[in-house]
């Protein structure tokens, strides 16, 4: 669990991002305290008083160019490099290690003005088949196991957001965009639109229900196979991301990166 | 103010240039050559042309350098925000074909 | 152009004075700057006490609705909160007001270098502030998009089919051709009309300011520009330039080439606010410290410097559109460099402070404050350009505080230090300390106490442009704090009448204002407040750099005026 | 120490008119307006999946002909210049009528192309190509009309004989102008129209 400042964190990698928070709150902390002193320090002790003149300089000798110039430089190394080296590692962690396709559970999704649309490949594991389950605005997912979600968009730019996973990622129409993620704590979560897409954008809500277990996953995945047959407006095939189709829609040719 | 002036023959001359030039292009499309060729020909003629333009009917080549600036930058400018573009909008299409 | 100006209309209302056009702009901003205002107390009410009517104008406002904030009409709320603040309070303010006023009196220059394309921009800007609020009175209402009008919410009639979003853009683009026909004449007027003696190195950091800001708004706005009208062609013509997918007519365009071509444009536009009143910094930290703004050099290299990585760096915004995470870890290693020269200035600005002989005056206050606030606003910053932190942040009001701190409490701290420090040359009076200090402490408590609890709304995940909070479980445990903004920016709101009444009140009651009522060194504090019709009868010779205080060999006062003769022996540049 | 040296003297930081100066800031947002647009055009058109061969749906040799009429108006704006400069009155205002006629003939080709093109069903919204092309030659036209009437503002202005061998700035300044759209042009035709 996170400090209170942020929302429970259920995934694995989510800790990354709180840490790099606070590292970066520590940093730059710690150079705004040393301003602020100086700012007080400066106005309490050189306050204007009558019989006294400024300490007359320009400040262009090379002494203090070299004390500016090498104090930024500092700041950019121990604050800026630091940090960015930080976060590189994160986002290796957070994004640039899917794991396989076979091992997790793949799921798309095609919100639409304000809803979200989630599509299962069935048994066969192609998508856009018709024994597909889908579902809208539920995400039920197993805990423990990866999961890699495509989004692609209906309509305009929504932006799938998981605020206890600290991930987001925009849905574009004409795109395919992916994240991936695994869950720790099984429970129902808020599943959150993050990019204004109308004015019914703030109740664009969905939810993550992270079950208990692979046994409990099946079974609400059987009992909805059995619900009847899925939505096949949409959908698109998962390895080669050719733009998400709308039945009736020319094929248009635009992928994003795919993990 | 600038300090010398091209006669009208410089601009008669750089008239006949930039004519030439257009008949090349056109020519060179209509005789359906190949497209990679096409394209090289035409972008190295519209930019011979467009310099052309720049330096004599626009004074560009007797002005001072600094005046140059004013132009450089935004041409440059412009070609590094284009290119900025490609990876987004042009080269993930070519990953996937 | 002069003697035969005389009547009303050609003196004040048709004129070419930059003078005249500079006030003209100041009102234009300040009436925006309460009605933006004015929309932010309502978006923080709504957000504060979800769906309740609001009290006293909300059934004037919201009649349908018995007075609440209904869902249509709050992304228009927002929407012209941004538009209004960025476009037609802030810019007309700082750029319009500030630049237009001081850059003919700081180069000893009689006018503009173009007075006609002068008058011409400011009347550019109202046209565009007519078409802005004339989108209220369509119907459908104005427009919802936000100020950044992504497509293809913006771009597409399918979902946002009211005339009201297209008066929004053609309002946008009319406004953007006001300030490139201003910034074309602030350059020129600044390369080209410059006093004798007034060399590069002599100009006062606010021109310095004002000079960037216009190079950026030279460069990059006609590129969001082109992108607004391709918006418009997507409205209304018929294309699909910005349109992919299901809603696209045919194959369709690219969603995220809008994205790059307003980022392209919407980061400089944080500097092209923001150079202005960091000049203005300069200067003023300079003046009432009584000591020569430190490091003069390097600060304008550093402005420099951010000029040219403003341009370059504008993909930090996107890092959760879908873009390739390559260009944006590229993005992302760029932004940080900012930071150097920034913190360059920075230390320059503590430099001149340090030693020197501080006096608390209300303008130097407001520039105190600027200093404060912005070293939150940079620093935060940082938070924003780390890829892995950013996406859980974005969209969130995380981002929102942040560029708050910048824009809105930096850049209106500065609008304030400029009015406050310019009131007694532009209209010959001085104003109210008293309630000026009042001002500014009510201000800077109220606004830390806004700023700061959206940034931890944001890292609690509270997405920005949501109308109810409370729709979302894990938003509920925050939701006080929704109540607590509402309540401090109340008071933020109004803490700004102290203003607006000293403001009032000093223009006709005000104790008269002698020339150079802040002992300052630069041109204009050489002519009469307010200054004579053509400010300078000759060209003043001008001897040394506008920050000679506290020179040493000097026995009646501290200070060297730019024009004084003493100076090619007593300054140092 | 005496520190005032020749070099402090110096006023502006170009020893050009601020008029010319001025026009070059404004081609500056021109250059970069035009970059907005065509940089969208090149990079909807690489990144969109097919795009036809433009000489299939313009009328090349139709084109080609209006860039042959817009380089001899920049060739009769030089002339005007140098007319000016000469101070030959008569030429310049044979010049001026000569390159406002002929920005005419421009834009009456054009809109015949323009009707031509959208009756055999090549509109701003058949595609992506279409869009393009009305887009760009649009802003392109609307460019050369408002040359045009400030040929015409000139010419009434050399008619009234306010311009001299020694005062001929705005003429100057107004063929910047006008060459500066005869460059959008040549780079239009050749990736636009022809590739």
């Known amino acids: 669990m996170g400090m209170s400042t942020f929302p429970p964190d259920i995934s694995t990698t989510g800790y990354l991002v709180d840490r790099l928070f606070w590292l970066a709150t520590l940093l730059t902390g710690v150079a705004f305290l040393l301003v602020v002193a100086a700012l007080g320090y400066f106005l309490l002790r050189y306050r204007a008083r009558p019989g006294r003149k400024a300490f007359y300089t320009h400040g262009e000798s090379r002494g203090a160019l070299w004390m500016t110039g090498g104090l930024a430089i500092l700041v950019f190394f121990l604050i800026d490099v630091n940090l960015a080296y930080h976060d590189h590692h994160a986002w290796d962690a957070v994004w640039g290690s899917p794991p396989r396709a076979a091992d997790a559970l793949r799921v798309q999704i095609m919100p639409e003005q304000f809803a979200w649309n989630i599509r299962y490949a069935g048994p066969d594991g192609i998508f856009r088949t018709s024994d597909d389950v889908t579902t809208i605005n539920q995400l039920h997912v197993p805990v423990n196991r990866p999961v890699i979600v495509q989004l692609s968009s209906k309509d305009v730019i929504h932006s799938f957001f998981l605020p206890n996973l600290r991930i987001k990622m925009d849905a574009v129409p004409g795109m395919v965009t992916s994240l991936y993620f695994q869950t720790t704590h099984p429970g129902t979560y808020d599943i959150a639109c993050a990019e204004h897409c109308g004015f019914g954008h703030y109740r664009m809500r969905g939810f993550l229900i992270v079950e208990e277990s692979e046994k409990a996953f099946e079974g609400w995945f059987t009992e909805q196979a059995g619900e009847g047959p899925p939505d096949l407006s949409w959908g698109w095939n998962w390895d080669l991301p050719a733009a998400p189709q709308q039945a009736g829609q020319m094929e248009t040719t635009q992928t994003g990166h795919t993990p | 103010m600038t300090t010398t002036h091209p006669t009208a023959r410089t601009y008669l001359v750089i008239y006949g240039w930039l004519i030439g030039l257009t008949i090349l292009e056109v020519g060179v499309v209509l005789a359906g050559w190949p497209q990679g060729a096409i394209v090289t020909i035409l972008i190295a003629t519209a930019l011979a042309k467009a310099l052309l333009i720049a330096l004599y009917f626009m004074h560009l080549k007797f002005d001072r350098p600094l005046v140059w600036l004013l132009p450089g930058i935004p041409v440059v400018l412009g070609i590094v925000f284009v290119l900025a573009l490609f990876p987004d909008v042009v080269f993930h299409l070519v990953q996937r074909m | 152009m002069s003697e035969q100006r005389t009547s009303f209309i050609r003196k004040y209302i048709f004129s070419t004075s930059h003078k005249v056009i500079a006030i003209q702009y100041l009102i234009t901003g300040l009436v925006f700057l309460a009605m933006g205002g004015v929309m932010a107390l309502l978006i923080r009410w709504q957000l504060a006490y979800p769906w309740q009517p609001v009290p006293l104008i909300g059934k004037l406002l919201f009649p349908g609705s018995g007075g609440a904030v209904t869902p249509e009409a709050y992304p228009v709320l927002f929407t012209m909160h941004g538009g209004i603040m960025v476009f037609f309070a802030l810019t007309p303010i700082l750029l319009g007001a500030m630049g237009n006023y001081t850059i003919p009196l700081e180069v000893g220059a009689r006018d503009m270098a173009f007075p006609r394309l002068n008058m011409l921009s400011y009347w550019f800007l109202f046209l565009g502030s007519v078409l802005l609020i004339a989108s209220f009175f369509v119907p459908e209402g104005a427009a919802g998009f936000g100020w950044t009008v992504y497509a293809p919410l913006s771009s597409s009639t399918a979902v946002l089919p009211g005339w009201g979003q297209d008066l929004f853009i053609l309002g946008l683009a009319l406004d953007a051709v006001s300030i490139l026909m201003g910034g074309l004449n602030y350059i020129t007027t600044i390369m080209q009309l410059r006093a004798p003696g007034l060399t590069l190195r002599r100009l006062p950091l606010t021109l310095w300011g004002l000079f960037y800001s216009a190079v950026l708004n030279t460069l990059w706005l006609p590129i969001v520009v082109a992108a607004l009208f391709m918006v418009l062609c997507d409205r209304r013509l018929g294309t699909a330039f910005f349109v992919a997918g299901p809603l696209a007519p045919h194959e369709g365009g690219q969603v995220l080439l809008y994205q790059h071509l307003f980022w392209g444009f919407g980061h400089p536009e944080v500097y092209i606010l923001i150079f202005p009143v960091w000049g203005l910094v300069g200067d003023l930290l300079s003046v009432f410290s009584r000591k020569p703004a430190f490091g003069y050099k390097a600060t304008v290299l550093s402005m420099l410097v951010i000029t040219i990585l403003s341009g370059i760096v504008w993909g930090h915004h996107m890092f959760t559109s879908g873009m390739n995470p390559l260009v944006g870890k590229a993005f992302m290693f760029l932004t940080i460099t900012v930071s150097v020269p920034t913190a360059i200035f920075f230390l320059n600005w503590l430099g001149t402070l340090w030693r020197g002989a501080i006096r608390l005056t209300v303008p130097m206050l407001f520039t105190l404050g600027v200093v404060f606030v912005f070293a939150i606003g940079g620093l935060t910053g940082l938070f924003n350009a780390l890829q892995t932190f950013d996406v859980y942040i974005h969209d969130t009001y995380f981002v929102v505080g942040h560029f708050h701190y910048t824009l809105a409490a930096s850049v209106l701290f500065g609008a304030f230090a400029f009015i406050y420090f310019w009131f007694p040359k532009i209209f010959g009076r001085q104003m109210n300390a008293r309630l000026g200090r009042l001002h500014f402490w009510l201000s800077f408590v109220f606004l830390n106490a806004v700023f700061s609890v959206m940034m931890f709304l944001g890292l609690h995940g509270h997405m920005r442009r949501i109308a109810d909070a409370t729709a979302y479980e894990f938003l509920k445990p925050v939701q006080h704090w929704n109540v607590f903004i509402g309540w401090a920016a109340l008071g933020l709101g109004l803490s700004q009448l102290l203003f607006f009444i000293n403001f009032l009140y000093s223009l006709f009651k005000g104790a008269p204002a002698p020339a150079n009522p802040w002992e300052a060194g630069s041109l204009a504090w050489t002519v009469s407040s307010p200054p004579p019709e053509h400010n300078y009868e000759t060209p003043p010779r001008v001897w040394c750099g506008p920050h000679e205080y506290g020179v040493p060999s000097l026995t009646n006062g501290d200070w060297l005026s730019q024009t004084d003769p003493q100076a090619a022996k007593l300054a140092r540049s | ?195």
């Open chain 4, 1 to 195: 120490m005496d520190r005032v040296t020749s070099a402090e003297v110096e006023i502006p930081l170009l020893d050009i008119p601020a008029g010319k100066f001025g026009m070059w800031v404004f081609l500056v947002s021109e250059i970069m307006f035009f970059t907005g647009l065509i940089g969208s055009y090149i990079v909807l058109r690489l990144g969109a999946s097919s795009w036809p061969k433009p000489g299939e749906i313009l009328n090349t040799p139709l084109l080609g002909l209006n860039t042959l009429v817009l380089l001899s108006s920049s060739l009769t704006m030089a002339l005007a210049l140098q007319a000016i400069q000469q101070g030959r009155q008569a030429a310049l205002k044979r010049y001026l009528l000569l390159t406002a006629a002929l920005g005419v003939t421009f834009l009456f080709i054009k809109g015949c192309d323009y009707v031509h093109m959208w009756h055999k069903g090549f509109t701003i919204s058949s595609s992506l190509f279409g869009s393009c092309y009305y887009l760009l030659t649009g802003f392109h036209g609307l460019h050369v009309l408002s040359g045009v009437i400030l040929l015409v503002c000139l010419w009434a202005a050399a008619s009234r004989g306010v311009f001299s061998a020694a005062q001929y700035g705005r003429i100057e300044y107004s063929g910047l102008y006008w060459h500066f759209i005869d460059i959008v042009w040549v780079i239009l035709f050749a990736i636009l129209c022809l590739v």
